[in-house]
């Protein structure tokens, strides 16, 4: 991942390496005290210490920091900022999903996602609140 001072860089890509989706209440504690009213967690993904939210208003990225892990860095992108995403799917080579996502006035957030991960039911997902 490429960051100047934690998990997202709003100038450059920003790359959270091998995303898996794990049980969605996995990260409830930590992530509702941030939830508006009507907001619920649609699904979560994990990478090694660092995971993401998807509610059904938006995507919540935690950078997991220091050796305890107690201190966390919390990135929120509304689906209302979304403009456009795109997908590279796996190959022989490159056995990962890639997706880029663009935020209105943040850039480009970059997501590689594990072999065998369901990227097309994430992307239904946010299909449906951006269009």
């Known amino acids: 991942m490429r960051h100047v001072t934690g998990m997202v860089d709003f100038t450059n890509n920003s790359q959270i390496f091998k995303l898996k989706e794990v049980e969605k209440n996995m990260f409830d504690a930590t992530v509702t005290a941030f939830y508006v009213n009507g907001e619920e967690t649609i699904s979560c993904y994990k990478a090694i210490r660092d995971y993401i939210v998807f509610t059904n208003k938006r995507m919540i990225v935690v950078d997991v920091q220091g050796i305890t892990g107690k201190k966390k860095e919390y990135s929120i992108f509304p689906y209302s900022k979304l403009q456009a995403f795109?997908?590279?799917?796996?190959?022989?080579?490159?056995?990962?999903?890639?997706?880029?996502?663009?935020?209105?006035?943040?850039?480009?957030?970059?997501?590689?996602?594990?072999?065998?991960?369901?990227?097309?039911?994430?992307?239904?997902?946010?299909?449906?609140?951006?269009?």
């Open 86 to 131: 795109s997908v590279e799917t796996a190959g022989i080579i490159d056995i990962d999903t890639d997706v880029d996502l663009v935020f209105a006035g943040l850039g480009t957030v970059h997501l590689e996602f594990t072999l065998g991960t369901d990227v097309a039911k994430l992307l239904r997902l946010i299909s449906a609140y951006i269009l």
